[in-house]
């Protein structure tokens, strides 16, 4: 599978980046990134509470107004009344599900998957009634290839372990049931990918087989003395300071180098190129050996897995959220 986490922040002339769609969780949102990635979504939804993340986020630039999702989706136990009043009245959809055996979170990403030809239907044929988040796109389907809807997840995984545990699982379980859901053949081609973009990170399952990761502007300042050898799950790899002049600018980086590859469902076994500590056939799972903090050394790098891995990479100094 191809992968290619920076593209939606890429500002690139004349290019508009693939079509997706930007799901609000009710955690805290990463309002440096909100502000990138909002600009080009083709829709925008928040899954119950993430109304109230969006609220706080739009009315602390004064917009609150005027910037306003697409559709909340949900229980709707979370919503605070004055803020579900506030939408209704700007014409927000908000749709009741209230299906115990679901979380918000699934509930968004399966509305984003039943509604995916209709939301494509405006990257495919621009709309006069365009918003701010809802750009004019000329459309680059001269081939008549069906393009696909990439999503990404707002949400933090820096406060309670338990919802961030929770998070990973549910983006576990709907990568899983989306790459199952054509019986027999493994992952659907035009089903795009899932991305959870936390406070510092960005967080996405590699499936079993080969894996393309395109991380280009990633900040690699430094280059280790350490032996391709050495165990890539090393606790602290001391790198020398860089020379003056050596760093590139910093606004022009997306990632920093720090990446993890993490078992999730069982032992796996990776084979990786392009990272400072690659490894071949590797053995790793909770409990065993793990590959954390490995460093990016490559604008494209790979990994093969026998079994679904989470991939993380860390986002760049100035696209992660500040703390207050």
């Given at each position: 599978?191809?992968?290619?986490?920076?593209?939606?922040?890429?500002?690139?002339?004349?290019?508009?980046?693939?079509?997706?769609?930007?799901?609000?969780?009710?955690?805290?949102?990463?309002?440096?990134?909100?502000?990138?990635?909002?600009?080009?979504?083709?829709?925008?939804?928040?899954?119950?509470?993430?109304?109230?993340?969006?609220?706080?986020?739009?009315?602390?630039?004064?917009?609150?107004?005027?910037?306003?999702?697409?559709?909340?989706?949900?229980?709707?136990?979370?919503?605070?009344?004055?803020?579900?009043?506030?939408?209704?009245?700007?014409?927000?959809?908000?749709?009741?599900?209230?299906?115990?055996?679901?979380?918000?979170?699934?509930?968004?990403?399966?509305?984003?998957?039943?509604?995916?030809?209709?939301?494509?239907?405006?990257?495919?044929?621009?709309?006069?009634?365009?918003?701010?988040?809802?750009?004019?796109?000329?459309?680059?389907?001269?081939?008549?290839?069906?393009?696909?809807?990439?999503?990404?997840?707002?949400?933090?995984?820096?406060?309670?372990?338990?919802?961030?545990?929770?998070?990973?699982?549910?983006?576990?379980?709907?990568?899983?049931?989306?790459?199952?859901?054509?019986?027999?053949?493994?992952a659907d081609p035009n089903t795009g990918n899932l991305?959870?973009?936390?406070?510092?990170?960005?967080?996405?399952?590699?499936?079993?087989?080969?894996?393309?990761?395109?991380?280009?502007?990633?900040?690699?300042?430094?280059?280790?003395?350490?032996s391709k050898t050495d165990s890539p799950n090393a606790?602290?790899?001391?790198?020398?300071?860089?020379?003056?002049?050596?760093?590139?600018?910093?606004?022009?980086?997306?990632?920093?180098?720090?990446?993890?590859?993490?078992?999730?469902?069982?032992?796996?076994?990776?084979?990786?190129?392009?990272?400072?500590?690659?490894?071949?056939?590797?053995?790793?799972?909770?409990?065993?050996?793990?590959?954390?903090?490995?460093?990016?050394?490559?604008?494209?790098?790979?990994?093969?897995?026998?079994?679904?891995?989470?991939?993380?990479?860390?986002?760049?100094?100035?696209?992660?959220?500040?703390?207050?």
């Amino acid at each position: 599978m191809e992968w290619d986490p920076t593209q939606f922040f890429r500002e690139e002339e004349n290019k508009t980046p693939p079509p997706f769609a930007l799901v609000v969780l009710n955690q805290p949102i990463n309002e440096i990134a909100l502000s990138v990635l909002r600009e080009h979504a083709l829709t925008i939804v928040c899954a119950d509470g993430g109304a109230n993340r969006f609220f706080e986020s739009a009315k602390s630039r004064g917009v609150e107004g005027t910037d306003i999702p697409d559709i909340i989706i949900g229980d709707l136990d979370s919503i605070r009344p004055e803020i579900r009043t506030h939408y209704a009245n700007l014409g927000v959809n908000i749709v009741h599900d209230d299906d115990q055996y679901s979380t918000d979170f699934t509930k968004s990403l399966r509305y984003l998957r039943k509604q995916e030809e209709r939301i494509l239907s405006s990257y495919a044929a621009p709309s006069s009634n365009s918003t701010a988040h809802h750009p004019i796109i000329t459309s680059d389907l001269v081939s008549g290839e069906r393009r696909r809807l990439e999503i990404l997840i707002l949400g933090g995984l820096g406060g309670r372990v338990d919802q961030a545990f929770s998070q990973i699982h549910h983006l576990y379980m709907m990568d899983q049931e989306q790459s199952t859901s054509i019986s027999g053949s493994g992952a659907d081609p035009n089903t795009g990918n899932l991305y959870l973009i936390s406070e510092a990170s960005i967080t996405f399952i590699l499936q079993p087989g080969p894996n393309t990761i395109h991380v280009p502007r990633t900040n690699r300042p430094h280059t280790s003395t350490a032996s391709k050898t050495d165990s890539p799950n090393a606790k602290t790899h001391q790198l020398p300071a860089p020379r003056e002049g050596e760093e590139e600018e910093e606004e022009d980086h997306l990632l920093e180098e720090n990446v993890g590859i993490i078992p999730l469902s069982g032992p796996a076994r990776i084979t990786t190129s392009g990272f400072q500590w690659d490894v071949e056939d590797w053995a790793t799972e909770i409990g065993g050996q793990i590959s954390t903090s490995n460093h990016i050394r490559a604008e494209v790098v790979h990994v093969h897995t026998d079994v679904p891995v989470l991939f993380t990479v860390e986002l760049a100094r100035r696209l992660k959220r500040v703390s207050r």
